[in-house]
C-alpha cells in the first residue's frame, strides 16, 4: 500500500537532513566508523522523584477585546501580501513606537508594558520575551514595519488573541503521546568527550515527564520506554512516532531532542510545523512550500502549543531564546494533534552537555516541558471552559490512520 507520505518523503527527509539541530544518520548511509567508535556509554538510569503537584499556571495578561473581526488590510511589497505592525497595534488596543526609528517598533498595551517588539529585516518578533520565527523577514515601509499577512494570520494572531480562533483550537489535552528521540542503534547526537548520547538523555527526559505529566492528571503513551527503535531503518522509525500519536487519538505530541552545532553553540529552540506556503526557519527554499500536511490542520494550535513550550524552557532553564521556529520536520508533518519538538539544550556544547549529565538538570528541563504543556492546557482550556482540567480520560481504541 502506498501511503501519501511516501510521496512526500524525499522533500521532507531532505528538509530535515537539511535544517539544523540533532539529526540522525541518512538511511543507507554509514557512518564513518573512526568518528563514531567510541565506548558505548551506559544508558543514564533515571531516577525520578515525586510527581510534583499541578503547578499555578499564570499566563500573561490577555488582552483587551479586539476590533470585530474583518480582514487584514494587506500592502503589496517585495510579491507578498504585508500588513503594517501598526494595524495590529489598533486591532488589539496597543500602542506602537519606535524604540530605534525605521529599526525597532514596540507595541506596548495599556499600562506600558512592552508586548511586541519587532525588527526591521529579522525573521523573528519577540512576544513577552520570547522570540517566534516568522515566514517572511519584516518590512520597513515608508513610515512603518510590515509583516507578511500570512504570519499574520498563523503567528501572531492566534498568540496575541487565541479566542479570536476558539472555533479552530481544540479543547486541552488529555491524551498525550511522548517521544523519545533517536534510541537503539541509533545514537542521535554524541558528546564524545562527555561520553553522552542523546538517545539516553532524551528517554531519561520523556520517563521524568511522564511521571510529572500523569501526577497532573493527563494520561501519557510513550513511543518507545527503553533503549530502542521503532523500526530498523531511519525512515520507518521516524514514520511510525508520529503514527502512535494517530494511532491512539491522542491530543498531543511531544518530540524531546537535543541539539548539534559547532561546538560554541548554546540555547533552546522548539520548532512546530511550517505552515503552507512559508520556508522553515533557517532555509533558502523548500521544495513542498505548496503541500498542505495533515499537520497543517493544526497550525494554530501549534504555535500556540510550540510558544508556551518554548517561554517554560527559557525560564526553567534559564538558556538563551534561539526562538520558537517552524520546520517541515518528519514528525510534525503528520500528526493529527498539536505536535512540537523540542530541543532543550546542545548536546555538543560542552557547558550544556555537563549540566545535562545531572539529573537534577534533566529533572528541571521535564519541569519545564511539564509547566509548558499545563500553559497550553489553560490556554485552550480558557477557549473551552466546559472541558477545563484534564480529568476525562479519552479511551486509546485503535483507530486506522486517515491518509489526507
Ligand atoms: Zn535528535
Not at 34 to 54: D, E
Not at 147 to 170: G, H, N, T
Not at 194 to 216: A, S, Y
Request: with cysteine; glycine share 6%.
Amino acid at each position: 500500500m502506498v501511503r501519501i507520505r511516501a510521496r512526500y518523503l524525499p522533500v521532507v527527509m531532505a528538509g530535515l537532513l537539511l535544517a539544523g539541530g540533532c539529526k540522525a544518520p541518512a538511511t543507507g548511509k554509514s557512518r564513518p566508523a573512526a568518528v563514531h567508535r567510541v565506548t558505548p556509554v551506559a544508558p543514564v538510569l533515571p531516577s525520578v522523584p515525586p510527581a510534583a503537584p499541578r503547578a499555578v499556571v499564570t499566563l500573561p495578561p490577555p488582552l483587551p477585546p479586539a476590533q470585530a473581526s474583518r480582514p487584514w488590510v494587506a500592502k503589496r511589497l517585495n510579491n507578498g501580501d504585508y500588513v503594517d505592525v501598526r494595524e495590529i497595534a489598533e486591532r488589539y488596543n496597543l500602542r506602537a513606537s519606535w524604540v530605534t526609528i525605521g529599526l525597532v517598533m514596540q507595541l506596548a498595551d495599556a499600562r506600558g508594558v512592552v508586548r511586541l517588539k519587532f525588527e526591521s529585516k529579522d525573521h523573528a518578533f519577540i512576544l513577552d520575551g520570547t522570540r517566534v520565527s516568522l515566514g517572511e523577514t519584516t518590512v520597513f515601509n515608508q513610515d512603518s514595519l510590515f509583516i507578511s499577512r500570512i504570519d499574520v494570520i498563523k503567528s501572531v494572531a492566534p498568540l496575541l488573541r487565541p479566542a479570536e480562533f476558539a472555533a479552530q483550537m481544540p479543547g486541552p489535552p488529555r491524551l498525550i503521546v511522548l517521544d523519545a528521540g533517536h534510541g537503539g542503534a541509533d545514537p542521535g547526537t554524541r558528546n564524545l568527550v562527555m561520553h553522552l548520547d542523546e538517545k539516553n538523555l532524551t528517554l531519561d527526559v520523556v520517563l521524568r515527564l511522564k511521571k510529572l505529566l500523569e501526577g497532573r492528571g493527563y494520561r501519557v503513551i510513550l513511543t518507545r520506554s527503553d533503549d530502542s527503535k521503532l523500526a530498523a531503518a531511519q525512515r520507518p522509525d521516524l514514520e511510525q512516532r508520529d503514527e502512535v500519536a494517530n494511532r491512539t487519538k491522542a491530543d498531543l505530541f511531544l518530540s524531546v531532542h537535543f541539539n548539534s552545532a559547532p561546538a560554541t553553540v548554546t540555547g533552546t529552540e522548539t520548532y512546530v510545523m511550517t505552515p503552507q506556503f512559508q520556508i522553515s526557519t533557517g532555509e533558502a527554499k523548500d521544495a513542498t512550500v505548496d503541500k498542505a500536511f495533515p499537520g497543517n490542520q493544526q497550525d494554530l494550535a501549534n504555535i500556540v502549543l510550540g510558544y508556551h513550550l518554548q517561554r517554560c524552557l527559557l525560564a526553567g532553564l534559564n538558556s538563551s531564546d534561539r526562538g520558537c521556529k517552524r520546520g517541515r520536520r518528519l514528525v510534525l508533518c503528520f500528526p493529527e494533534c498539536p505536535a512540537a519538538l523540542v530541543e532543550a539544550a546542545y548536546l555538543s556544547n560542552n557547558t550544556e552537555a555537563s549540566r545535562l549529565a545531572t539529573p537534577e538538570h534533566r529533572q528541571r528541563i521535564a519541569q519545564a516541558l511539564a509547566a509548558g504543556i499545563d500553559e497550553y492546557s489553560a490556554a485552550l482550556a480558557a477557549l473551552h471552559p466546559a472541558h477545563a482540567g484534564p480529568t476525562e480520560i479519552r479511551p486509546a481504541a485503535a483507530a486506522p490512520r486517515k491518509n489526507p
